[in-house]
């Protein structure tokens, strides 16, 4: 297993361990009548265990509860809009409450993961990072953090898209991989905690989460126009990401 990453306090990593397993504890009933339905669908395992890129772009396996249908990897979109044919009816029961996250705490338990950190990225989407964008893989990858609650509703920017791969590298990779950076520079206990409770909070109440997350940029020094974004109160255009001056336009 793991140990903490360095420059890491212990107690982030207590704070991951003890949580990760009250979750777990506390979600398994859930998780468990989930995993049934998935499985009762279509006969097929209810897990997707897709690799990932980790701290120090070390690949690890991440658990997710699968919502899409079988092998809908194999198809080349890594992006995933609210209108994807690939997703299962229990699928969108699993997206709309964040269930695949709950099973990610294992990750957490195991080390792979931290409660709070940029998201963990697919092989492809790492390949493209500017030299700017590789210090998201300084920490290791985590189940929430700023980009987590400001774009949580990610499925539904990126519905109606042509290339939804394409529209995410325009659109959320600028900004989330922007947030993901003043997380690093800035980040704290304290700050997890609140990030935490901010991310809980998402789910019932998203315009009083996106105020919260606001101010925690505010208070940590984060620049008018990342505060502004992370406000959703405008539309989002074409921007280019951390570390380079044109816009994405193309995948690959």
């Known amino acids: 297993m793991p140990g903490p990453e360095r420059g890491t306090p212990v107690t982030k990593r207590l704070m991951d361990v003890v949580l990760s397993a009250l979750g777990l504890?506390?979600?398994?009933?859930?998780?468990?009548?989930?995993?049934?339905?998935?499985?009762?669908?279509?006969?097929?395992?209810?897990?997707?265990?897709?690799?990932?890129?980790?701290?120090?772009?070390?690949?690890?396996?991440?658990?997710?509860?699968?919502?899409?249908?079988?092998?809908?990897?194999?198809?080349?979109?890594?992006?995933?809009?609210?209108?994807d044919a690939r997703i299962t009816p229990v699928g969108r029961f699993i997206r709309r409450f964040k269930l695949d996250e709950l099973s990610q705490l294992w990750n957490v338990l195991r080390g792979d993961m931290s409660l709070v950190g940029p998201r963990p990225q697919v092989e492809r989407d790492a390949r493209l990072y500017t030299e700017v964008e590789r210090h998201l893989l300084d920490v290791a990858p985590g189940i929430t953090d700023f980009a987590s609650i400001v774009f949580a509703d990610e499925g539904d920017i990126l519905d109606g898209a042509a290339?939804?791969?394409?529209?995410?590298?325009?659109?959320?990779?600028?900004?989330?991989?922007?947030?993901?950076?003043?997380?690093?520079?800035?980040?704290?206990?304290?700050?997890?905690?609140?990030?935490?409770?901010?991310?809980?909070?998402?789910?019932?109440?998203?315009?009083?989460?996106?105020?919260?997350?606001?101010?925690?940029?505010?208070?940590?020094?984060?620049?008018?126009?990342?505060?502004?974004?992370?406000?959703?109160?405008?539309?989002?255009?074409?921007?280019?990401?951390?570390?380079?001056?044109?816009?994405?336009?193309?995948?690959?």
């Not at 468990?32 to 980790?54: A, C, E, N, Q």
């Not at 993901?180 to 998402?202: E, K, P, Q």
């Open 25 to 83: 504890l506390a979600s398994s009933p859930v998780l468990g009548v989930t995993l049934f339905l998935v499985w009762y669908h279509d006969r097929h395992s209810p897990f997707y265990v897709p690799s990932r890129v980790g701290r120090g772009g070390q690949p690890f396996r991440m658990i997710k509860l699968r919502s899409m249908v079988v092998q809908a990897d194999r198809t080349g979109v890594d992006s995933t809009s609210a209108g």
């Open 163 to 252: 290339d939804p791969d394409l529209r995410y590298n325009q659109v959320i990779r600028p900004w989330k991989s922007r947030l993901g950076l003043h997380y690093i520079a800035t980040r704290s206990l304290w700050l997890d905690v609140r990030l935490v409770f901010a991310t809980a909070l998402n789910s019932a109440r998203r315009p009083t989460a996106l105020r919260w997350v606001a101010e925690l940029l505010e208070e940590t020094g984060a620049d008018t126009q990342l505060v502004r974004i992370a406000r959703r109160g405008e539309t989002l255009e074409p921007f280019p990401p951390p570390g380079a001056t044109e816009i994405v336009q193309s995948r690959s």
